[in-house]
């Protein structure tokens, strides 16, 4: 007769049944997960606050980026046309027609005549409205922008967008906004 003797120990084989170790005790794993649950929920609750504060950021940028559109600026020179240590008379051509362009730093934007725009038949974008403060304080509105417009100046090509506006004496003015784009100011 032929017996065999079961050799495999307790060590050997693992019980399932066994919940004297704290991590497969069920009342632990409740607790992990419970704990786990809590710490998912208070990083969610980061989460979303730190997706607020990133949209009220750029709300607040967008408001920003408004109020400076609404504090836009056009100088004297610029609407009389007349030349000073902050301005330059620069001739040059838009769409094939001889243009006089006032370089102006003391004017924020880049201003086009409306009746240069009127003469070419320059496309008009509406934009929101927003004022225009001229050099005694008056603020007048505009709603107006020509897009892309390629200005050739002497050794320059200059594509930018342009707020039709009165001005007496030049086609164009290149403001701050231009200045700046070329990293000089």
């Not at 704990?35 to 997706?51: E, P, R, Y």
């Not at 030349?83 to 094939?96: A, H, I, P, R």
């Amino acid at each position: 007769m032929v017996t065999t003797r079961n050799t495999t120990s307790n060590n050997e084989q693992p019980n399932h049944n066994d919940t004297s170790s704290p991590s497969q005790n069920p009342e632990n794993l409740r607790q992990q997960l419970s704990s786990t649950a809590s710490k998912l929920n208070a990083l969610d609750a980061l989460v979303a606050d730190l997706v607020d504060r990133e949209v009220e950021a750029n709300e607040n940028e967008y408001e920003e980026g408004i109020n400076q559109q609404d504090m836009t600026e056009i100088s004297f020179h610029a609407i009389l046309s007349k030349t000073s240590g902050t301005t330059m008379k620069v001739e040059g051509t838009l769409e094939g027609i001889k243009v006089l362009t006032l370089v102006d730093s003391g004017s924020t934007h880049n201003f086009i005549s409306a009746s240069l725009v009127k003469q070419l038949g320059l496309k008009v974008s509406r934009v929101p409205s927003f004022g225009v403060q001229i050099g005694n304080g008056q603020v007048i509105q505009c709603n107006q922008i020509c897009r892309g417009l390629s200005l050739v100046l002497p050794g320059l090509k200059i594509t930018e967008d342009y707020f039709p506006f009165s001005i007496g004496g030049a086609d164009l003015v290149l403001g701050i906004k231009w200045l700046a784009s070329l990293n000089t100011v």
